[in-house]
């Protein structure tokens, strides 16, 4: 069998996005990649986050929120970016990984705006599900856009 190809989704806080990238990944690419996620400046996963994936059963309730820093020097395959910030930051990696950058939008910010809990959580709702796109295009949504 294949050995897995290792894949890190990278934004700025590992609390929403990257998040449900990695669980998205594991649930419906694990016989391809061995998904990771982290971020360039981490902070506790997004209650919202955990309650979006959950609603379509995935519990990322038990993720914890790493500094891309703390993966030391691990390989990965592919490093995919999810958010400006964190293209812009993204550390160094060999020459062999294949950086890919995919924006979405940043679920918290939006909600920023909203007036109730439930405008709120359709803008989780928008990404879990743009994200899951995302993911069940693989591998050949890692090609150059």
């Given at each position: ?9 990278l ?51 038990g ?18 970016t ?64």
């Amino acid at each position: 069998m294949a050995e897995k190809a290792k894949i890190l989704f990278l934004c700025t806080g590992n609390s929403c996005r990257s998040q449900m990238a990695e669980a998205w990944t594991r649930r419906l690419q694990g016989e391809q990649f061995e998904a990771y996620s982290a971020g360039v400046q981490p902070k506790a996963i997004d209650p919202r986050a955990i309650k979006a994936m959950a609603e379509v059963g995935l519990d990322i309730s038990g993720q914890k929120s790493r500094d891309v820093d703390a993966l030391g020097n691990m390989e990965f395959d592919y490093v995919v970016t999810l958010c400006d910030n964190a293209r812009e930051s993204c550390p160094y990696f060999p020459a062999k990984t294949k950086l890919i950058h995919r924006g979405f939008d940043d679920p918290p910010r939006v909600a920023e705006w909203v007036v109730n809990e439930e405008e709120a959580m359709a803008s989780y709702r928008r990404v879990r599900d743009e994200i899951k796109a995302f993911v069940e295009s693989l591998p050949e949504g890692l090609m150059p856009e």
